[in-house]
């Protein structure tokens, strides 16, 4: 066994995994797995820099998580850095403060690794499960950007594309510095077009409808399967590898999409970092959904952070 610990810092939430690994078994043991909601993204699309609060809530939860790998006393760290860090021109800010925190500098890796990491974590586990026909489609939506990954037992073919949660919200359905509380016709509309232009992009690398299972992970797919499955809290044990048909994505996608802050707040099982985000993240999986004809995705809360803990052991 090895003792690693695992931090994904991506464009909405920071996340850490302490686990004992065994290569011999396949088994992923977790000893502390969280989520911090920091919107590291914030305002990264409009002007291209990393906001000074934005900053300031990621180097906290890395001081709180730098005492929880202490206290598991792991021995080895990787701190991961995605879409918003790597299109960032004060990205050396960033990475000195992680640095300074954690003592590992953050790696500020490529869309391609981000997909193996995300393949990895997301199929470990599935092996040997002949109702999930493969070739596998491995969907990752961040809060900046959407990894497309399919594979069998290894990755044929991955592509990042740039309609994340985060990003998306920011760029259609944000007016006058707010969240629209629900957004008009055309801002939904403005919305599907860029998906839809970002999924032929994805297309042009990745065969995108020789897939045989659908496999949706982060917070967005997450959440959906929570609503759809009526929880009345976030339970990770019940969301774990459950199953949201094509018709139940489109209800629960066109009710946030027309939903208030208020309503989408009220669900028990909503994050109150996501509550302005998951109207567009439902979107791009039901987008998704019906460029490939899925019937249905299978959820998975293993994923980048469990592929990053897999390549330290």
């Given at each position: 066994?090895?003792?690693?610990?695992?931090?994904?810092?991506?464009?909405?939430?920071?996340?850490?995994?302490?686990?004992?690994?065994?290569?011999?078994?396949?088994?992923?043991?977790?000893?502390?797995?969280?989520?911090?909601?920091?919107?590291?993204?914030?305002?990264?699309?409009?002007?291209?820099?990393?906001?000074?609060?934005?900053?300031?809530?990621?180097?906290?939860?890395?001081?709180?998580?730098?005492?929880?790998?202490?206290?598991?006393?792991?021995?080895?760290?990787?701190?991961?850095?995605?879409?918003?860090?790597?299109?960032?021109?004060?990205?050396?800010?960033?990475?000195?403060?992680?640095?300074?925190?954690?003592?590992?500098?953050?790696?500020?890796?490529?869309?391609?690794?981000?997909?193996?990491?995300?393949?990895?974590?997301?199929?470990?586990?599935l092996a040997g499960r002949d109702h999930l026909p493969k070739p596998?489609?491995?969907?990752?939506?961040?809060?900046?950007?959407?990894?497309?990954?399919?594979?069998?037992?290894?990755?044929?073919?991955?592509?990042?594309?740039?309609?994340?949660?985060?990003?998306?919200?920011?760029?259609?359905?944000?007016?006058?510095?707010?969240?629209?509380?629900?957004?008009?016709?055309?801002?939904?509309?403005?919305?599907?077009?860029?998906?839809?232009?970002?999924?032929?992009?994805a297309e042009e690398t990745v065969p995108l409808r020789e897939a045989?299972?659908?496999?949706?992970?982060?917070?967005?797919?997450?959440?959906?399967?929570?609503?759809?499955?009526?929880?009345?809290?976030?339970?990770?044990?019940?969301?774990?590898?459950?199953?949201?048909?094509?018709?139940?994505?489109?209800?629960?996608?066109?009710?946030?999409l027309r939903s208030t802050h208020a309503e989408r707040a009220a669900?028990?099982?909503?994050?109150?970092?996501?509550?302005?985000?998951?109207?567009?993240?439902?979107?791009?999986?039901?987008?998704?959904?019906?460029?490939?004809?899925?019937?249905?995705?299978?959820?998975?809360?293993?994923?980048?952070?469990?592929?990053?803990?897999?390549?330290?052991?």
């Open positions: 066994m090895t003792r690693v610990a695992a931090v994904d810092c991506g464009t909405n939430s920071i996340r850490l995994l302490v686990a004992d690994a065994d290569p011999a078994t396949g088994e992923l043991v977790d000893l502390d797995r969280r989520m911090t909601i920091v919107r590291l993204g914030q305002g990264v699309d409009r002007t291209g820099r990393l906001a000074p609060e934005a900053l300031q809530r990621t180097f906290a939860a890395c001081r709180e998580y730098a005492g929880i790998i202490k206290e598991h006393g792991a021995e080895r760290l990787r701190f991961v850095a995605t879409s918003a860090s790597r299109d960032a021109e004060n990205r050396d800010e960033f990475v000195r403060g992680v640095l300074d925190i954690l003592g590992v500098e953050p790696e500020v890796i490529s869309g391609d690794q981000e997909a193996e990491f995300s393949f990895t974590g997301a199929t470990k586990e596998y489609l491995v969907v990752d939506i961040g809060g900046g950007s959407t990894e497309f990954v399919v594979g069998d037992d290894q990755v044929r073919a991955a592509r990042s594309v740039d309609i994340g949660c985060v990003r998306m919200t920011e760029r259609h359905l944000v007016r006058d510095g707010a969240v629209t509380d629900p957004p008009a016709e055309e801002q939904i509309a403005a919305m599907r077009a860029d998906i839809e232009a970002a999924l032929d992009l045989r299972t659908l496999v949706g992970l982060a917070g967005s797919v997450t959440t959906v399967s929570a609503i759809a499955q009526e929880l009345p809290e976030y339970d990770s044990a019940a969301i774990h590898h459950s199953r949201v048909s094509h018709d139940r994505v489109r209800e629960i996608t066109e009710w946030l669900v028990p099982s909503m994050h109150p970092g996501r509550v302005d985000v998951i109207g567009a993240g439902a979107l791009v999986l039901l987008s998704i959904m019906e460029r490939i004809g899925a019937e249905e995705v299978v959820v998975s809360e293993h994923d980048i952070l469990d592929g990053i803990g897999w390549s330290l052991a």
